[in-house]
């Protein structure tokens, strides 16, 4: 069995160099057989035990025998205490999710103290088909169905190439001692079930199930890699700085599954990324939220962005001051005594300097604003000049206005207000700039 969990190393060059070996050790028969192996195959190990309490004394006495166990197989052995329960309480979660929480960030502290190459863990082919029928279960994509993979990050998993009668038999052969975790024997939870119950009635089906859920699994893995390629290619297509294409995406093999695929990495739900699939073609404007995003329906594109934090809405600016706002604009004040020459460029603006009321005043726009647009000589809503010029409701809310007094000037970058251009009885220009990193 070692040649074959050798073999299995390399195939997937799980341990590639001569550092140590971070190695889960709980005690039972998995982690026994795993520590004990790595040893005889000649790698530096370290054992790391969790004891989380949930046992009452079968929790420490499983912590004194992996200790004694240890050193006869001549490791370093490290431990450490947590207090599960409550951190499942303050975090919200299930007693297992919190376990598994607190045991990979303390291998992972350990990885990084030790420099060790990489953190293993004694999961096998029985638990990869346990695995599977969970997520299948739940309801899994791709990802689910492909089970576990023989390395993620720094953690590997050298075992998958067992079974684990594979694994009781080298104990048996070894004298190898080990501890038994009562609750294994309940069906309580899920995966016990799934074990205890589920698993054997499928074999009165078919004897060989875990194998041939084990390859349909390596199976899922080829597919993966080609899906992900797939979903890259189409986030070419329709993906342009934080925004979808909704055309393109309409065009797309399985659209529906391309946008959740997109924005997944957001934090959409699958639920809530139909939902948005849902709205493309409604009216634009709806909203749609992740933990940390926000998608806007606009008329042609699904846009994303972050969600804000609280940011100051309105800025005082003094004539004889560098102006600091999130627009970064700069301002310079010329006394006119021959001719002024003006850039057609948006992202500057020129006004008659004597017409202006400092501080003046950058802020966002309101409901109800108004200006006279450059050039024109009838007052026009922001709102109406907004919908005139195809603002999405993402540009609106990245607006910004200067304004002198209540009177608006100059919808920055966009366009100044006809009240206040320089004209031939004009002397003196406030002149305005965006600079150039935030064109």
């Known amino acids: 069995m070692k040649t074959t969990v050798q073999a ?6 799980l341990l590639p160099d001569n550092r140590p070996v971070i190695v889960g050790f709980s005690g039972g028969a998995d982690s026994v057989v795993l520590l004990d192996i790595l040893v005889r195959l000649g790698y530096s190990c370290i054992a790391a035990h969790c004891n989380f309490h949930l046992r009452g004394d079968e929790s420490d006495r499983d912590q004194v025998f992996a200790r004694e166990m240890a050193e ?13 329960t409550d951190y499942a309480m303050e975090n919200h979660l299930s007693i297992e999710m919190a376990a598994r929480e607190l045991r ?17 863990v004694a999961h096998h082919s029985d638990d990869n088909a346990e695995t599977v029928l969970l997520n299948l279960i739940r309801g899994t994509g791709v990802k689910g169905l492909r089970g576990m993979l023989p390395k993620h990050g720094s953690v590997i998993r050298p075992l998958l190439c067992l079974t684990r009668q594979d694994i009781m038999d080298w104990c048996k052969q070894q004298n ?10 309940s069906d309580e939870y899920r995966r016990n079930f799934i074990r205890l119950q589920v698993i054997p009635m499928l074999e009165r089906l078919n004897p060989s199930v875990k194998d041939s859920i084990n390859r349909t699994a390596e199976h899922m893995m080829d ?30 093999p399985a659209p529906a599954t391309i946008l959740y695929e997109l924005l997944k990495p957001y934090g959409f739900s699958r639920i809530v990324s139909r939902q948005i699939y849902d709205a493309i073609g409604k009216t634009s404007g709806k909203e749609f939220y992740s933990p940390t995003h926000r998608v806007i329906k606009d008329r042609s594109h699904l846009l ?16 004889n001051a560098i102006w600091e706002t999130p627009v970064e604009l700069s301002h310079a004040k010329t006394v006119i005594n021959t001719a002024f020459n003006i850039e057609k460029d948006r992202h500057i603006a020129y006004f008659d300097y004597n017409k202006l009321s400092f501080p003046l005043i950058l802020r966002r726009w309101q409901p109800g604003d108004w200006f006279i647009p450059f050039g024109m000589t009838g007052r026009k809503k922001l709102s109406d000049y907004f919908s005139d010029h195809k603002f999405s409701l993402f540009d609106k809310e990245n607006t910004w206005l200067l304004c002198s007094g209540e009177d608006i000037i100059w919808i920055v970058g966009e366009r100044t207000d006809n009240r206040f251009r320089i004209n031939n009885t004009t002397d003196c220009v406030l002149t305005v700039k965006i600079s150039d990193e935030k064109r």
């Not at 190898?176 to 024997?185: A, E, K, S």
């Not at 080609?226 to 797309?252: F, T």
Request: hydrophobic share 35%; glycine share 2%; aromatic share 14%.
């Open 223 to 252: 597919t993966e890699e080609i899906y992900n390629h797939v979903i890259e290619q189409m986030a070419y297509k329709v993906w342009d700085r934080g925004k979808i294409s909704i055309p393109s995406l309409l065009k797309c």
């Open 304 to 319: 994303l962005t972050p969600l804000k934090k609280e940011e100051k809405q309105i800025y005082l600016l003094e004539e």
């Open 8 to 13: 299995y190393i390399e195939k997937h060059d």
């Open 72 to 84: 006869t197989l001549q490791v370093l052995f490290l431990t450490t205490d947590f207090r599960t």
């Open 176 to 185: 190898l001692p080990y501890v038994t975790d009562q609750t294994n024997l």
């Open 104 to 120: 990979y960030e303390w291998f992972e502290s350990l990885r990084k103290q030790y420099d060790a190459q990489a953190i293993a």
